[in-house]
């Protein structure tokens, strides 16, 4: 099969995907550095039959809009008994002179799938159990609801199978939009990458993220804050 029609395959798996589908939550989110907002992001989890979608969705905001940095990832997986298993990741990055594309298809009853990153095939093979860059959030989400904090996962992420490594880094009572907000903070590092981390999940309000600050190295990148919940 050629890569051509391979992505004309994954536009129409997406399509039938989000027919008669059902929202169960969607968050708004402010991302900021130097208390600069610079975009605007959507958390939407989606039900659809026996599938769910999870997407987030961001675009550029404020004077910021000059530069056109929108980008939207899904990822498309079942969720029975507790247990994820993704079906298709899919990243879309449009920004200003460049855009990208990356989709990954899983197959984890033979331990196997396929990226295709720009217009080329990656194959990975006898893989072990591996999430994608989203269904790996929902799954932690999860298990810290259940009081497991120290988790480890295999990612496929943008075509690379990377760890994934979660811990409990503190707990502190912060300002939201829901008012002072008792937390748990967890930092998440990539084994072999410079990015790191720190979530903000609020424990009364099902352990929706609210605060997260992103680091390279020792730097802080930018923030991002739950601005509204409008479901």
Same mark, same amino acid.
């Given at each position: 099969?050629?890569?051509?029609?391979?992505?004309?395959?994954?536009?129409?798996?997406?399509?039938?995907?989000?027919?008669? *589908?059902?929202?169960?939550?969607?968050?708004?989110?402010?991302?900021?550095?130097?208390?600069?907002?610079?975009?605007?992001?959507?958390?939407?989890?989606?039900?659809?039959?026996?599938?769910?979608?999870?997407?987030?969705?961001?675009?550029?905001?404020?004077?910021?809009?000059?530069?056109?940095?929108?980008?939207?990832? *899904?990822?498309?997986?079942?969720?029975?008994?507790?247990?994820?298993?993704?079906?298709?990741?899919?990243?879309?990055?449009?920004?200003?002179?460049?855009?990208?594309?990356?989709?990954?298809?899983?197959?984890?009853?033979?331990?196997?799938?396929?990226?295709?990153?720009?217009?080329?095939?990656?194959?990975?093979?006898?893989?072990?159990?591996?999430?994608?860059?989203?269904?790996?959030?929902?799954?932690?989400?999860?298990?810290?609801?259940?009081?497991?904090?120290?988790?480890?996962?295999?990612?496929?992420?943008?075509? /690379?199978?990377?760890?994934?490594?979660?811990?409990?880094?503190?707990?502190?009572?912060?300002?939201?939009?829901?008012?002072?907000?008792?937390?748990?903070?967890?930092?998440?590092?990539?084994?072999?990458?410079? /990015?790191?981390?720190?979530?903000?999940?609020?424990?009364?309000?099902?352990?929706?993220?609210?605060?997260?600050?992103?680091?390279?190295?020792?730097?802080?990148?930018?923030?991002?804050?739950?601005?509204?919940?409008?479901?």
């Amino acid at each position: 099969m050629t890569v051509r029609l391979i992505s004309m395959f994954l536009l129409m798996l997406i399509n039938s995907a989000f027919a008669g *589908e059902e929202t169960i939550f969607e968050h708004q989110y402010k991302l900021s550095k130097k208390n600069i907002n610079f975009a605007t992001s959507y958390n939407i989890l989606l039900k659809n039959d026996d599938k769910k979608i999870f997407k987030i969705k961001s675009k550029s905001s404020g004077i910021f809009k000059l530069k056109k940095d929108n980008r939207l990832e *899904e990822s498309v997986f079942l969720d029975n008994d507790g247990k994820i298993t993704p079906i298709s990741y899919n990243f879309h990055k449009i920004q200003k002179v460049k855009e990208e594309k990356i989709s990954t298809i899983f197959d984890l009853k033979n331990n196997s799938a396929y990226t295709i990153k720009n217009n080329k095939k990656i194959e990975h093979k006898n893989i072990p159990y591996a999430l994608d860059r989203l269904s790996v959030q929902i799954d932690f989400q999860k298990k810290i609801k259940s009081g497991h904090f120290d988790v480890e996962y295999n990612v496929i992420d943008k075509g /690379r199978i990377r760890k994934y490594i979660f811990s409990l880094f503190n707990g502190e009572i912060i300002d939201t939009i829901l008012g002072k907000t008792n937390t748990i903070v967890i930092k998440k590092i990539i084994v072999r990458n410079k /990015r790191n981390t720190l979530t903000w999940y609020a424990v009364d309000h099902d352990f929706i993220p609210v605060k997260i600050e992103q680091y390279r190295n020792n730097s802080l990148k930018f923030t991002v804050k739950l601005n509204k919940i409008i479901k």
